[in-house]
């Protein structure tokens, strides 16, 4: 949403695992294919789905006709995705002018990730191989011609790509010299010329972050000293020296957003910090004085830390600062943008909206209108006459008067947190009707949290009649510090306890029909998925599990080498195994030794690359059950990763696991 971001966005994979390419080399399919359930049998689940419903999954899942609409930086072509009749989104550009299109990135066997602008007449995208996340970054010509992969290196994983403004360069960061580190390497995208920047030879406290400037050059980076302690040098202008400015503990944010090119001053950096605050704030700060020069912005209840700067154009002046709260709220600063803002919102009222794209004069700005019932809409903003033209409707299908609302709430745990979180409520709930529930836990855990906006999700099961609680319990990113730390070593524990409140919560509060509560959820939520049918059994009437955990020390155990320098944090996070009363309770809150205590239907769904949550994750859990004689249907495609990104593979999915709630609810 920055008006001249040219960051081509940062693929940071958190666990791959090994598991997964030993069983690979050899040719076999990964995991066990006995296991998986027979087509015959997920036809059948799919067949629960019965009713009159006016929208069906293909409504929700079906990949916009075109999407991702992104203008030039010279503002004389716009590019998009365009599905084909086989569901294969592939790029074209747009002449502006004379109206010319001309199909440029052509999608195969393997889905385009990403793309965008390198410059006005190239294009780049990345691409890994059936969503095993070893992402390769490709550029071409605005016809197709002249493509190349920029990084034709095998079993490498690229942690940050930056383009370097009015250049032929992007900087990228990879571990191609050694798996466990990742070092810069400058690629000219015209010529696919490399030339690494920097070494980084230590692996025990290996940098994990680099500073670059606009100009692509290297001005500080970060180490990550013994898996724990965080260290920040910046370098000196007049010695050429890398000196330490700041040494702070993991847990603690204090991370150089950009530098402040607006400013005379080339010390100066907008810098996200909460080292001496709860909740994460944005401020300017002098590196090589090592000083804060002004706090710029924070909120006493979220934590702030997206700040958006001009371009060359308008000398890089700050333009606005954005944060999730209780919705996604926007900081006008600039006059440039204030007048932007007072326009866009007299026009969308109290729709969310964002600058996704915009020339290098930000003449023309593409902005994208949402709402908890609005999928999205683009429209084309002329900052000249100050004019709006709707460009295109995501997902015309999807009637807002028909959609459900999604409603933020908040209760206190029951040992005194406010928690905070959101319901989506079909009509009959608000019409009195106590409705079947789904709880979608999140996945990450840390760090991460549910936000308002348009869920498909959400909005499918709220079509069958279901309400949705989604619940940001403890260890949940962007309330601030102490919150999320008091989730650590709570997984599995007073993280699910949240849960279990949000469910009594929306009980109370005559909405829900508490037998006919599900739990559903992908990677931790798969793991609070199985958690939840085991920690508290007569809450839920059945529960799917989608790439979720369900041993912890087989997930530890299958931890890359570019994992390894972050081990102790995730010790920290979750459970010290090699403490024998943290590894007591791993044990009892691992789910594969806990299997006795499910009592309840459970689906179970995986994609057969994934490299976060192994395979074997989900294949132990379906054998464990199945040795007790408990029937479990499994779902397996071999070309996903963590989570279905093929348009037919996640219909599918959507259409069993409607199936197997109606089947389970109308016992």
């Keep these: 949403m920055n008006l001249n971001s040219r960051i081509l966005g940062i693929t940071q994979v958190v666990i791959t695992s090994l598991m997964m390419n030993a069983q690979t080399t050899d040719n076999k399919l990964p995991g066990d294919p006995t296991l998986v359930s027979s087509k015959a049998t997920i036809e059948k689940l799919i067949s629960y789905d019965k009713g009159n419903f006016k929208y069906k999954v293909e409504d929700y899942f079906a990949r916009p006709k075109a999407s991702q609409f992104k203008i030039s930086p010279d503002g004389q072509y716009l590019s998009y995705k365009e599905k084909d ?9 747009k002449d502006l002018k004379s109206g010319k299109i001309t199909k440029a990135l052509v ?5 385009i990730r990403s793309y965008g602008w390198l410059d006005k007449k190239r294009l780049f995208y990345t691409q890994d191989k059936g969503g095993n996340e070893n992402i390769h970054l490709y550029a071409a010509d605005i ?8 990084t034709p290196f095998e079993g490498i994983t690229l942690n940050s790509v930056r383009l370097i403004k009015d250049t032929e360069f992007v900087i990228v960061s990879m571990n191609k010299n050694n798996k466990q580190i990742f070092e810069p390497y400058k690629i000219n995208f015209n010529t696919g010329e490399i030339t690494q920047l920097y070494e980084n030879n230590d692996v025990k406290s290996p940098i994990d972050d680099y500073l670059f400037d606009r100009q692509g050059n290297l001005r500080g980076y970060t180490i990550l000293e013994n898996g724990l302690t965080t260290k920040l040098y910046y370098k000196d202008l007049q010695t050429g020296k890398f000196n330490l400015v700041k040494a702070t503990d993991w847990k603690d944010t204090f991370s150089v957003i950009s530098f402040n090119d607006n400013s005379k001053n080339k010390d100066e950096v907008y810098l996200v910090t909460n080292i001496d605050s709860d909740k994460a704030r944005i401020v300017l700060y002098d590196l090589k004085k ?7 912005y924070s909120n006493p209840t979220f934590d702030v830390s997206s700040i958006s700067q001009a371009g060359k154009s308008r000398n890089y002046e700050l333009d606005y600062i954005s944060y999730n709260g209780i919705k996604s709220e926007t900081i006008p600063v600039s006059k440039f943008y204030k007048e932007i803002h007072d326009k866009l919102t007299s026009e969308f009222g109290d729709k969310q909206f964002g600058i996704v794209s915009s020339d290098d004069k930000n003449e023309k700005l593409l902005v994208v209108v949402d709402s908890d019932k609005l999928y999205g809409k683009y429209y084309e903003y002329d900052t000249k006459s100050k004019t709006t033209k709707l460009l295109f409707d995501l997902m015309p299908q999807l009637k807002e008067e028909d959609m459900a609302e999604m409603r933020p709430i908040q209760f206190k745990s029951s040992d005194g947190l406010t928690i905070h979180g959101y319901i989506t409520l079909p009509k009959a709930a608000l019409n009195g009707e106590k ?14 949290r549910d936000d308002w906006g348009f869920n498909p999700e959400t909005q499918l099961f709220a079509s069958r009649g279901y309400a949705t609680l989604q619940v940001n319990f403890r260890i949940s990113g962007g309330y601030g510090k102490e919150f999320q730390t008091s989730g650590y070593k709570q997984i599995g524990r007073k993280a699910m306890d949240d849960v279990e409140d949000g469910v009594k919560y929306a009980i109370e509060q005559g909405w829900i029909d508490k037998n006919k509560v599900a739990i559903y959820g992908g990677s931790h939520g798969g793991y609070a998925t199985l958690m939840g049918l085991i920690k508290t059994p007569d809450l839920y009437s059945c529960g799917v599990d989608y790439v979720g955990v369900s041993n912890i020390f087989t997930f530890f155990d299958s931890f890359p080498e570019y994992w390894k320098p972050y081990k102790e944090m995730v010790k920290q996070i979750w459970y010290d ?20 205590k499910i009592k309840k239907p459970l689906f179970v769904v995986q994609g057969a690359n994934d490299p976060r949550v192994n395979i074997n994750e989900s294949d132990q859990i379906v054998k464990a059950l199945r040795s007790k004689g408990f029937e479990v249907p499994y779902m397996v495609k071999y070309d996903e990763g963590h989570g279905f990104g093929k348009e037919l593979n996640r219909i599918e999915f959507y259409k069993s696991m409607l199936g197997f709630f109606a089947e389970n609810f109308n016992k």
Aim: hydrophobic residues 35%.
């Design 85 to 93: 009749k086989d569901s294969k989104n592939h790029v074209y550009v």
């Design 107 to 111: 999608e195969k066997d393997d889905l």
């Design 143 to 150: 016809d197709g011609k002249n493509l190349k992969d920029l």
């Design 290 to 296: 090592n000083a804060i020069i002004k706090e710029v």
């Design 435 to 448: 409705v079947p529930l789904i709880v979608n836990p999140h996945g990450g855990p840390q760090g991460i």
């Design 577 to 596: 195994l090699d403490n024998p009363q943290e590894a007591k309770i791993a044990k009892e809150v691992s789910p594969v030794f806990q299997i006795d």
